[in-house]
């Protein structure tokens, strides 16, 4: 069992940065690809980026690219993403998921454990 709890959402411009954090319990968390799905309202949920168990491999949605880096620290048990030039469309709750796969993927699916979420909102 895994418990996934995400912070570091809140309001900032357009333009401006947040970091999120996900921090995960147990010994495991080396044994977990993670990555990052956001949601807004009567959407579903989108894949944003995700990293493999040792960080050697990450994968992001093309609208993302260049703009968001996805990270982690096992020796923490946290994964990161670090939001750069973020735009209105950015806005969502933001959610951290565990999948028991060595390479990141894209696939909600393939996640077996997901965190809370946070919220990311975005002024014009």
């Known amino acids: 069992q895994v418990q996934l709890v995400e912070s570091g959402g809140g309001l900032v411009q357009a333009g401006g940065s947040l970091r999120l954090s996900c921090a995960a319990s147990g010994r495991t968390f080396g044994n977990y690809a993670m990555g990052w799905f956001r949601q807004a309202p009567g959407k579903e949920r989108e894949f944003r980026a995700a990293i493999s168990r040792s960080g050697s491999s990450t994968a992001y949605a093309n609208s993302v690219k260049g703009r968001f880096t996805i990270s982690r620290d096992n020796a923490k048990n946290t994964v990161y993403l670090q939001m750069n030039s973020l735009k209105p469309e950015d806005a969502a709750v933001y959610y951290c998921?565990?999948?028991?796969?060595?390479?990141?993927?894209?696939?909600?699916?393939?996640?077996?454990?997901w965190g809370q979420g946070t919220q990311v909102t975005v002024s014009s």
């Open positions: 998921a565990a999948a028991r796969t060595p390479l990141p993927t894209d696939k909600t699916y393939n996640y077996n454990y």
